[in-house]
């Protein structure tokens, strides 16, 4: 499988109480490797799956030391160094089960159409390419988003995308329909949904989205996930854990879970609970890998 997305590293602080303005606020921080597609990479491997990452970090020591942190999991890293600009930053800030991010994409902005082709050619055993929406959200690296889907096709291999994040889509509009219409595979959790489908229930946001992909998947957190198809419509009830340490990442496994049943032959409900077991994992742990 091939990924295409961010890596960056993450500075997550698990705060103790709501943020007080002016003065402290305890919290457990860590610093790690992070980045959508990264995250995907990482989880895949994790369950055996052979992945390699295509992505873009600066030629400095967090570069280094992320693509290190990847390679030692299992990851097959296209990934190029970039001198002169930084690896790409990202504040996590967990409080009360929601997490806030404050981002610097830092080299990430440089993934190029000619990375993708690369590493294609590098990989002719690839028979997915899944794009996370993070490099399709931004002009600067949205040809190699582009270029992804558009290889995949001409070369007979399915496509799967992650919509990302609600905020930048809601800046991207209609056009994020666009970019990936015709995809295999599309993967939103709800609030993403609600910006492309324009609709509060998961299975009508699902049924909207498969009109644009083949498939279609809501993530809908601790209640599971919804699947709609040219089979019909499948749902996943969600496994409750305690505690939930950090939901960073969850929606990451949900999406290497999912791909790696389907991909191998897995029907939509099976695939749906791998996802769902995957995600429920992640959410107690710190961080966003396993």
Known sequence: MLVVGDLVTDVVAALDGAPATGTDTGARIRFAGGGQGANTAAWLAARGTPVTLVAAVGDDEPGRARVAELAAAGVRCAVRAHPGTPTGTVIVLVHDGERTMLTDRGANLLLSPADVDAALAAAPETRHVHVSGYPLLDPASRGAGLRALAAARDQGLTTSVDAASAGPLRHAGAAFLDWVRNADLVLA???????????????????????????????????????????????????????????????????????????????????????????????TLLGARP
């Open 189 to 283: 959790n709800v609030d993403e949904a609600a910006v492309l489908a324009g609709d509060t229930d998961p299975v009508a946001q699902a049924r909207a989205l498969a009109a644009v992909a083949t498939h279609a998947v809501v993530k809908r957190g601790p209640e599971g996930a919804v699947w709609a198809g040219p089979d019909g419509i499948f749902e996943a009830p969600g496994r409750r854990v305690t505690p939930v340490v950090d939901p960073t990442g969850a929606g990451d496994a949900f999406a290497a879970g999912l791909l790696a049943a389907w991909v191998a032959g897995a029907a939509p409900p099976d695939a749906l609970e791998r996802a769902v077991a995957l995600g429920a994992e992640a959410v």
